[in-house]
């Protein structure tokens, strides 16, 4: 018992130092994609159409990515060297120039990082919630009156579409609490950029919220019609 004792104690410190030599060794390079999401992990090597990237997934544990050139912006390495791989090429739908296309970047990144669309989730559940129940409020049969019982109609359906319409209608506003530096305020396709996200994010918190608040009122419909029926 001694003997394993020590055995597992052993294990367990030659563990604890492999670890430690994968978080110091693993470097943290820095990959930024057009798309505005940016990527920590170590570069292992590229070739002329996909960079490989080692994405460490958790402590013990990293996957390598392969992500095509033409939707890299950059990769900054450990020592704040960056390598820019966006080029302007009207050919290919890259239209901006590499300057233009920095800003467009660090306005997703700065609405990835700032704006979470919590407060149009809520929202989509309040347009949800009173739209549904509208819908199931039997207002003909007077012996039934009341929530739940009339049988939901095509407004419950359209209900999650019409919230991301109405509650995430885009516009092209920017806070200044929402960017890393204000004078990126200023320029045209920061805005751009923070926008593309921002309003997408709008318009999915706000369908998502509108259909969980529909979906929770037509189980309870279910629920209530079934075990209240009426006449």
Not at 53 to 60: G, L
Not at 101 to 127: S, Y
Not at 217 to 227: C, D, E, P, S, W
């Amino acid at each position: 018992m001694e003997k394993s004792g020590i055995k597992f104690h052993a294990f367990f410190v030659l563990k604890i130092l492999l670890l430690g030599i994968v978080n110091t060794s693993f470097s943290q390079d820095s990959l930024a994609l057009i798309t505005g999401k940016s990527l920590a992990g170590e570069l292992s090597y590229e070739d002329q159409q996909f960079l490989y990237f080692n994405k460490k997934v958790a402590d013990d544990k990293i996957k390598m990515i392969r992500y095509p050139l033409r939707l890299i912006y950059s990769l900054t390495n450990n020592l704040n060297e960056t390598k820019v791989y966006y080029k302007q090429d009207k050919t290919n739908g890259n239209n901006l120039s590499e300057n233009q296309m920095k800003m467009f970047v660090l306005g997703e990144q700065d609405a990835f990082k700032r704006f979470n669309g919590k407060f149009h989730f809520l929202l989509g559940i309040g347009f949800g919630l009173t739209s549904s129940l509208i819908d199931t409020y039997e207002f003909k049969n007077a012996t039934c009156k009341g929530y739940f019982n009339d049988s939901p109609s095509v407004i419950s359906i359209v209900t999650p579409f019409l919230s991301s319409v109405i509650i995430g209608f885009p516009n092209r506003r920017v806070r200044k609490i929402y960017a890393s530096e204000s004078d990126y305020l200023s320029n045209n396709f920061y805005r751009r950029g923070f926008n593309r996200v921002k309003n997408y994010r709008k318009t999915s918190s706000a369908f998502l919220g509108g259909l969980s608040s529909v979906v929770t009122v037509l189980v309870a419909t279910f629920i209530h019609q079934k075990n209240n029926s009426c006449p």
